[in-house]
């Protein structure tokens, strides 16, 4: 069965740092890869998504992700954080029949 | 275009009463789904529809849950008789099925008191 994993419930970074968050999938075939963000109040806005192909993906917002198959990974990344990026993250995996959802992941930016 | 839209963002109501909670997909899109998110459980499927019909009701939690798509534009979840523990935001999502990434509305956010 397709599974995500989110190893940090919540992580704070101060602003301009940079960031990772983790991802770890399991999954039968090559998977479909997404990183989605939520704002306070909000939906889920698309950053990125893999589906096959060059394995960093570059999204909205001045995010990245890179996908690796050896490790089942799907970090996601940015260079230089900035205070409207304090949100959840949730990063997903699989189709338009089985999406599996992480537990999420809560940024606070510190000024 | 303009989004998913649901309706109502925000619902509170009382122990035993009917809910409904309303979703229009994106126009063109052949997929729709309805999710529910809690701090407990996170973000669940509870069903999905393709072309009007559901495909997968395995995540409704009860009877008491029931979802329809009467047309490609709009589809309601209804919760006879609401409970406290019904208490969430609930997420309307839709996607065509070329593409494989679903579009979420901004959720209704429902209190059960």
């Known amino acids: 069965a397709q599974s995500v994993t989110q190893p940090d419930i919540h992580i704070t970074v101060s602003e301009g740092a940079s960031l990772e968050l983790r991802c770890n999938y399991s999954y039968g075939a090559t998977p479909y890869l997404f990183w989605y963000v939520q704002s306070p109040g909000q939906g889920l806005q698309l950053l990125l998504k893999y589906f096959s192909g060059d394995t960093l993906v570059q999204g909205i917002k001045g995010f990245e992700a890179e996908f690796k198959r050896s490790q089942s990974s799907f970090n996601l990344r940015k260079p230089s954080v900035h205070w409207s990026d304090a949100a959840e993250y949730f990063c997903?995996?699989?189709?338009?029949?089985?999406?599996?959802f992480g537990a999420g992941t809560r940024l606070t930016v510190k000024p | 275009d303009a989004g998913v839209i649901q309706s109502p963002r925000h619902e509170v109501t009382e122990m035993g009463q009917e809910v409904t909670l309303r979703c229009k997909p994106i126009?063109?899109?052949?997929?729709l789904f309805w999710y529910r998110q809690t701090m407990m459980r996170g973000l669940e499927l509870l069903i999905y529809?393709?072309?009007?019909?559901?495909?997968?009701d395995s995540g409704m939690p009860e009877d008491r849950f029931s979802a329809k798509m009467p047309n490609a534009s709009f589809s309601t979840l209804k919760i006879q008789p609401s409970e406290p523990r019904d208490s969430a935001v609930y997420f309307c999502?839709?996607?065509?099925?070329?593409?494989?990434?679903?579009?979420f509305g901004p959720g209704t956010r429902l209190t059960v008191l």
């Open positions: 997903a995996v699989g189709g338009n029949n089985d999406m599996r």
């Open positions: 529809f393709n072309n009007n019909v559901p495909i997968d």
């Open positions: 126009s063109g899109h052949d997929y």
């Open positions: 999502a839709s996607n065509r099925q070329d593409t494989d990434t679903q579009y």
